[in-house]
Nanobody
Framework: QVQLVESGGGLVQAGGSLRLTCAAS????????MAWFRQAPGKEREFVAR????????YYADSVKGRFTISRDNAQTTVLLQMNNLNPEDTAVYYC??????????????????WGQGTQVTVSS
């Protein structure tokens, strides 16, 4: 089992920045990949960014590419999401997710069996 706890959400004006943190605990030695998803009111949960734990390779949704950066701290088994140049369309609950195996489609939410509780990000115009 892997437990995930997110922090760092809040209210920010358009054009501002926030940094989200996801702390993993439990069987972290088994981590294969971690990701961030988000869900806005009335919308489906969508992929934001992912990172492969061993190599550090990253992949982003087109909507956040160039503005968001995902990174990891192996020693602390923590994943960060640096969000810059935020706009109101980024308003959502952001979720951290983890998987311990290789999957064919790592941008799908059903590829991740472990989830955090979510943290609210609100961007005002």
């Amino acid at each position: 089992q892997v437990q995930l706890v997110e922090s760092g959400g809040g209210l920010v004006q358009a054009g501002g920045s926030l940094r989200l943190t996801c702390a993993a605990s439990g069987r972290t030695v088994s981590l294969y990949g971690m990701a961030w998803f988000r869900q806005a009111p009335g919308k489906e949960r969508e992929f934001v960014a992912r990172i492969t734990w061993s190599t550090g390779s990253t992949y982003y949704a087109d909507s956040v590419k160039g503005r968001f950066t995902i990174s990891r701290d192996n020693a602390q088994t923590t994943v960060l999401l640096q969000m810059n140049n935020l706009n109101p369309e980024d308003t959502a609950v952001y979720y951290c997710a983890a998987r311990t195996t290789y999957v064919l489609f790592p941008a799908r939410s059903d590829a991740y069996p472990y989830w955090g509780q979510g943290t609210q990000v609100t961007v005002s115009s």
